[in-house]
């Protein structure tokens, strides 16, 4: 369903940081980008239980369609969450919640233990209030992809019956098509792998993953603003390839110098909060699940390193993405970082599906059209240019667009 693409994307925030832009300008700035951008999840931290402020930034939020995953600090944080969503009276507030944040660099030696315990009290107790029981209650997260899950799973018995759903932080900096993409030396594949240890058959979330855009650090390349915008729907797609239902990108704005906001520190938007805005609205398509159809195409051409994903809404158009998985930027001989442009594949796209009508665009950075095709009988072949930015070809059915049938129907 092409709304399982919009659906996914979820912003980390900190609307608790006082002294911060997400508290001083969240009715001005903050409130608006977030609906603006289309997001339906945040990502955050439960403020002071009597900080009655912070608790209705988050029911504002709520009222608008955006939903909070809420990190636990500690156990008493279950009556926080509860107020939450008394005070959204009828609107959720809270969807999911998950243990502290990262533990395995919380400078304990027994973190192991400690996190597994955790995670099991706090599970048994969301699941047995009636209140909370419906709430996704997510595993732990780590720094370290590679090593962190395998220390947990030796000493936490059948860890995944502590969680609804793993927990990744696969921070790279690099394009998601990576060999070492997953973080800390490995591909995406394989960290998500890794975290089967602990969470055996549960679906996988990354609550933390995104780009910097200056000031490069060790595990954290930095990027430029347009292989941002490159690079993050083509996370969002290589990751739903992989079976991850939801993606939380690393931040909307900075509150401090780590410099992966969406957004300027003046609250303008830059390059790859735009291709976020495109990527939702294009996909975007709530309501009822549905059965998808089938498209019956192929493509030709230089296929090395293509990439593609096939969607569909609810109205019979389908929705066709192809990429270039490469690399979109490089840094120079002097340190600093320049954007690459690999040259275009020119593919075709035969269609034995009978389409009327198709619109190819570049939603990365804009929604415009870049070339309309249309045949009354039927459209057999469109030749394709693409890039390492994702092209999406629209697809509407020759014969009068058939509504999806509902599952079940």
């Known amino acids: 369903m092409a709304d399982s693409a919009a659906d996914m994307i979820g912003v980390n925030t900190h609307l608790n940081y006082h002294g911060t832009v997400y508290v001083d300008r969240f009715a001005e700035l903050i409130r608006p980008r977030l609906v603006e951008l289309g997001v339906r999840h945040i990502r955050d931290n439960p403020g002071d239980h009597h900080d009655t402020p912070t608790k209705q930034r988050f029911v504002d939020l709520a009222q608008q369609g955006v939903r909070v995953l809420l990190a636990n600090w500690n156990h008493g944080h279950i ?10 009276v009828g609107t959720p507030v809270v969807e999911a919640v998950e243990p502290p944040n990262e533990h395995d660099i919380a400078g304990r030696e027994d973190w192991q233990e400690s996190i597994c315990d955790f ?50 932080h696969n921070y790279s900096g690099l394009h998601p098509e990576q060999a070492l993409a997953g973080g800390w030396g490995i591909s995406l594949p394989e960290a998500l792998q890794r975290y089967r240890a602990l969470a055996g058959d549960r679906p996988l979330w990354v609550s933390e993953n995104g780009y910097r855009m200056s000031r490069p650090a060790r595990g954290f390349p930095a990027v430029t603003e347009r292989a941002a915008a490159k690079y993050l729907p083509r996370q969002f797609l290589m990751h739903l390839k992989q079976g991850v239902p939801r993606y939380y990108i690393y931040q909307l704005i900075n509150n401090d110098d780590e410099d992966f906001g969406l ?20 996909f975007g398509d709530p309501g009822p699940a549905f059965g998808p159809g089938t498209l019956d195409y192929s493509l030709s051409g230089d296929l090395a390193d293509i990439q593609r994903a096939l969607f569909q809404k609810r109205d019979g158009r389908f929705y066709l993405v192809i990429w270039q998985g490469v690399a979109s930027v490089e840094e120079a001989p002097d340190g600093s ?26 939603p990365s950075f804009s929604l415009e059209p870049v070339a309309t095709h249309r045949d009354a009988n039927g459209i057999a072949a469109i030749p394709l240019s693409v890039s390492d930015q ?14 999806c049938r509902p599952e079940g129907a």
């Open 79 to 88: 009556a926080y969450v509860k107020s939450l969503n008394a005070m959204g």
């Open 119 to 168: 995670s099991r009290i706090m599970h048994e107790a969301y699941k047995a209030d009636p209140a909370t029981a419906g709430l996704t209650v997510l595993g732990p997260s780590f720094a370290n992809t590679r090593d962190a899950p395998g220390e947990v799973a030796e000493v936490c018995d059948d860890a995944s019956a502590s969680m609804d759903a793993g927990n990744l």
């Open 263 to 282: 957004l300027n520190d003046d609250g303008s938007r830059r390059l790859q909060y735009v291709a976020v805005k495109n990527f939702i609205a294009l």
């Open 337 to 362: 970082l320049r954007d690459i442009e690999p040259a275009p594949r020119q593919l075709t796209l035969q269609l034995s599906s009978p389409i009327r009508e198709a619109r190819v665009l570049r």
């Open 390 to 403: 994702i092209t999406v070809v629209e697809l509407i059915p020759r014969s009068e667009v058939q509504a």
